[in-house]
């Protein structure tokens, strides 16, 4: 991703893609805002990519309760530490996360739960 492309999608210069909630979602490198709908439970982001570290993605709940699952101290590449518990996403709610040098992602911050 160009570094243009990753600010623009940052500070809101992009319309984010959508995604739909699924056990394993891949997500763009081009973009760091995503849209996502569904009611399924998202264990895995990007399991099969190459790790960023330090990446930093923002997901906005856009129709249905899209659910991100937990697994805590987690060191398997993909999958989400969350702080704890599973964080449902309801109308306007976002979760940010941030991949790890591993390729776990952890929250980073939620307005959900």
């Known amino acids: 991703m160009s570094m243009w492309a990753r600010l623009k999608s940052g500070a809101g210069g992009q319309k984010p893609p959508t995604v739909t909630a699924a056990t394993a979602i891949e997500i763009d490198e081009s973009h760091n805002s995503f849209y996502v709908d569904g009611t399924s439970t998202v264990t895995t982001i990007n399991a099969t990519k190459p790790i960023l570290e330090g990446r930093e993605v ?10 991100f699952g ?8 993909g999958e989400l530490d969350l702080g704890g518990s599973d964080i449902t996403l309801d109308a306007t709610d976002f979760l940010v996360v941030k991949q790890m040098s591993n390729g776990t992602w952890v929250r980073k911050y939620a307005t959900s739960n």
Do not use: C, I, L, Q
């Not at 923002?58 to 659910?67: D, E, I, L, Q, R």
């Open 58 to 67: 923002t997901f906005y709940s856009t129709a249905g309760t899209p659910v």
């Open 70 to 77: 937990n697994t805590d101290s987690t060191s398997t590449k």
